[in-house]
């Protein structure tokens, strides 16, 4: 699949999961806010939603218009069209207004999905194969969210280790003039 397509499914990606840290902080607020406030507040993420998911539609077009984009990328193009479906559930559900679990879940599913078509397009390489593809295997059989920041040492344990306080004990002693500040600071 062609970088242009993978970085626009890349920011498309970032931007459901800025939408959803949105939402969580309108419905962490909500019950500070009176109706019409809670309201003004959840319009703009679902239009934020509707332009996401027209974008996801237009990424969609594109791989169809590759030279045999709809048969070597039909399982992304399958994903992607789930994409837009869910994009479309979230946008009502925000429009309703509602900030909740359910429009969370459901950005998160659009979230997971986005992640799923990234990491299974096909990349050239490797020894033979369909065209675009890898035989090389890979990890797209592990939930999405899971692979999310592995670093470069996927293996790599957290060890247990010993470690000293780092807070409340105080090395030399304060000069007389900043010990009085620091009382009268604290009385």
Do not use: Y
């Amino acid at each position: 699949m062609p970088p242009s397509i993978v970085l626009e499914v890349l920011k498309i990606t970032e931007a459901e999961m800025d939408l959803r840290d949105e939402t969580r902080e309108v419905e962490q607020v909500r019950w500070a806010l009176a109706g019409d406030e809670h309201v003004a507040r959840a319009e703009p993420l679902a239009k934020s939603q509707e332009e996401l998911g027209t974008r996801v539609e237009k990424v969609v077009k594109d791989i169809i218009e590759l030279p045999k984009g709809e048969t070597d990328f039909a399982r992304e193009i399958g994903m992607l069209r789930r994409v837009t479906e869910i994009m479309d559930e979230a946008e009502a559900i925000l429009g309703r207004p509602e900030t909740g679990p359910v429009a969370i879940a459901a950005e998160t599913e659009a979230i997971e999905l986005l992640l799923q078509a990234r990491r299974s397009s096909g990349g050239g390489g490797g020894g033979g194969g369909a065209p675009g593809r890898s035989n090389s295997g890979g990890d797209t059989d592990i939930p999405a969210l899971a692979l999310v920041g592995r670093g470069i040492a996927p293996d790599a344990k957290i060890a247990d280790r010993v470690v000293s306080q780092a807070a409340g004990a105080a090395g030399a002693e304060f000069p007389e003039e900043f010990r009085r500040g620091l009382e009268a600071l604290f009385n």
